[in-house]
């Protein structure tokens, strides 16, 4: 055995000299191809081995490799090149600059631009920058930008985020940005229609230099979305994530043994209310039930997505499989999504026509259950149990409820929160389908003309039922049980037809970049909904709608490069919707925008450590025509009326007939409009392993669709949508990414993003009136038609509009204290906003052979958030109805010792500002599984940590209102994913 272990160590060492002896010494030069200057740093790998060496500063190097081996030599904002090895022993070898840095291509609208001809403030997030194990689309590029703000609507699977770019432009229309999905531009604003696989690229477009070749719909910014295409190499891939989705936190409620000892404590002050609260007390149970608990759970999340990428017959293709089951952290809710994507690009005619066809569809299958049970959860009394076998209880499913002395529900009182939740049978199926060709012709007899046709659909139908059965007690007063379904059509068609002309004109120094189109979109939607108790005797209530809108649009774009360093753009485009009157449907938007690439001057042309240093100026006008919400909103300039419901017929004789009510209309609405002034800096330095980019903006926009107040009389409503008031904007942007460490076995990659970002109404009200607080909205929990914010003049848009509180010597709220004016009257006053002021984003990737990290997090400053949930339930007041039953309260009243709300109260806004790591991931990779295939392993962890004062659930609330929302959870995932 041992001399068989020797004769195999021999032939071992033997067969490594032998190797050894085949291979040379190889001395070598790196230079850059446009200068000749020495590349120091360099990477030179023999191709498949482990065995690689750097250039000196000279762009010298040595290394032993043998004829037939590839020599892989790359750096950073260069192309990677390979050499393979001959007969010779000295190597030149010369690196052009990459296309991934200065020559990156960037989608803008209708058509690429070379990113060092780029005139506009454009960002975009790439594939490899994603945040990793994303099952929301959005949450892929969630502080990836600066100046772009992704707030989740709630934790709860399935649901869309708000985006906000620079902050938005309007006061009650649409501050949603355009989504453009492979040329298409589509209605909704909700990411999650795309799988997250199959996304490439997002482009941001900011300013309006970049944003108004989309005109009327683009004042709010414009997010590209490039899906994955297919390629000439065949390629197998599949993405796999397991999860486990916790509740970092609990809203802050009594316990059970809490709870008894403030009734006693109550009870023992004897004061007038003693024998209130003793009757109280008398109805509490002798469980210990932590209703939030019994509601949520820790949710089991996988996700998983095959693809093919190659050639047929000569035809890129690319098709994808993905299917995710995501389970709420609220028990009976969920979402399942399966989703198909096919791509093919085919070429004709010697590569003169190229055919892009994509098809892309999608299928929810949602179970919403019953997020309201987290607010019944918060109130409903601790010390009893879940279920209750008494038979007076039978009917209502066994659950606990609060009874009247007939055994009948009060159903005033809150509802149980398992029965809330279990009984929900809330469930919906969204088909979604968005399919395009497109067909570029680059003419036979003029090669610098392309003529562009793109026709494209997106259609979405949902079909939906919210029932609950005889046993929900909450239905005891509107005979019992619920059986609701509804169906939703959306319908979008788009037809767009350019031309692109580029021409190069060497004699004078100078390019010419032109094009002009033609754009038709019509969307069509119709609306039905159903509902009458369990047993459809009796009607509750029944709405069908439909609408449809037209655009109709002629654009073109203009630019000019002098001495590849001096740029001007133009663009201009036309736009008409049939949502406004005939004499205000056409609007006009132009842009214009300089630079100049500074860098490219001979003055500083041999600084080598200066890749990029460009300055760019830019005005423009966009306009604004999606008025938030409403099933008239495409015929709002019409007298149109509404059928009165069945309980309000009028009666001749014995027969009831429907009668007729006029809507309120303004004849006269027209766009919203939005100027835009933006000056900025790109700049990239030591070749571009540092690059930057900083932008100051400011916005004006003017003829604001509010929703207002109108005189008593003078229409039929007193609230209609007009053209009222203007908005000014400002803010500023930075950004830098840098390569701090680049070499053979390890890469450190650091972003920094930072905005900031400021608004005031400069107009509200068609006439100046300083007795016109503003208009109120942001509807609260408690009372009826509270409203806690408000656009007012001089003032930030959608502040806080509070009652100032007072405080004792001891630092505690005085209930009915607050601050008076000069006749000794409390009055309101603006106390913050929900926006924040200073949003800040940090990304960092670290590579190490086979092992990766990566960490995303940012911070929202300034921001502040009402806290609903304390203000509703944080009073003694809560703890007994009369009618008999009891409430837990917020553990807030032990600090206000509030009897009765106080909604008003600017006690309960609060500083939300708070840091967030969304995501954090670590992998590792194996090379050559199945031939030049890899396997990588990874752990994430998704919302990681969050730190803030703030006393609520979570602290990034979107619209600053917190009000029992689905919480988000912190997410732990093992991913796979393999390639070959």
Known sequence: MKAKKLLTLIVFVMGMVALHAQRTPITGKVLEEKSGAPVAGASVLVKGTQQGTFTDAEGNFRI????????????????????????????????????????????????????????????????????????????LITGKSAGVVITPSSGQPGTSATIRIRGGSSLNASNDPLLVIDGVPVTSSNLNLINPNDIESFTVLKDASATAIYGARASNGVILITTKKGSQEFQVAYNGTVGISTLPKKIDVLSASEYRNLLNELVRRSNADSLKYSKARALMGNANTDWQDEITRNAITHDHNVSLSGSVMKVPVRASLGYTDQQGTIINSGMQRSSLSLGISPTFFDNHLKVNANVKGIYFNNNWGNAGSLGAAVAFDPTHPVRDTAARYVPWGGYFTWLQPSNNPITIATANPVALAELADNKSNTKQMIGNVEFDYQVHFLPDLHVHVNMGLDYQKKDGHDNLPKTASWTFQSNLGRKAEYNDNFKNKLLDVYLNYDKEIPAISSQISAMGGYSWQNFYEDHYYYSTNFDRTVKNDSTSTATELQLISFFGRLQYILLDRYMVTFTLRRDGTSRFSPDNRWGLFPSVALAWSINKEPFLRNLKELSELKLRLSYGVTGQQNIASGNLRDYIYMSTYKRSYDDAMYQF?????????????????KWEETSTYNAGIDFGLFNNRITGTFDIYKRNSKDLLNFTTVPAGTNFANYIYTNVGTLEIKGFEASVNARVISSKDFVWEVGVNFAYNTNKITQLRSRMDSTYAGDEFGF?????????????????????????????????????????????????????????????????????????????????????????????????????????????????????????PQYWSNYYVENATFFRIDNISIGYTFPNIVGKGSLKVSAIIQNALVISDYSGIDPEVDGGIDNNIYPRPRIYQLGLNLTF
């Open 780 to 900: 609260i929990s408690g009372g009826v038609g509270n409203r806690i914010l408000i656009n007012s003049l001089g003032k930030p848009r959608g502040s806080f509009y509070m009652y100032e509180q007072q405080y004792d010597s001891l630092g505690r709220p005085i209930e009915g204290s607050y601050k008076k004016d000069s006749t000794g009257k409390a009055v309101k006053v603006h106390y913050h906003t929900p926006d924040p002021k200073y949003t800040l984003g940090l990304t960092t990737r670290l590579q190490y052979k086979n092992f990766d990290f990566s960490l995303s997090a940012r911070a929202n400053i300034g921001n502040y958030v009402y806290n609903n949930v304390a203000s509703s339930q944080g009073t003694y007041q809560n703890l007994y109805n009369p009618v008999g039953y009891i409430n837990n309260v917020h553990a807030s009243v032990l600090q206000t010792r509030f009897e009765a």
């Open 653 to 669: 004789g014995n027969t009831f007939y429907y009668t007729l009510r006029p809507n309120a209309y303004d004849a006269n609405i």
């Open 64 to 139: 032993n490799a043998q004829k037939g081996d590839v020599l892989v030599i790359s750096f950073v904002g260069y192309e990677t090149r390979e050499i393979t090895v001959g007969d010779e022993s000295t190597i030149s070898v010369t690196m052009r600059e990459s296309l991934t840095a200065l020559e990156e291509v960037v989608v803008i609208g209708y058509g690429t631009v070379k990113k060092s001809d780029a005139t506009g403030s454009v960002a975009v997030v790439s594939a490899k920058d994603f945040n990793r194990g994303a099952i929301n689309t959005a949450d």
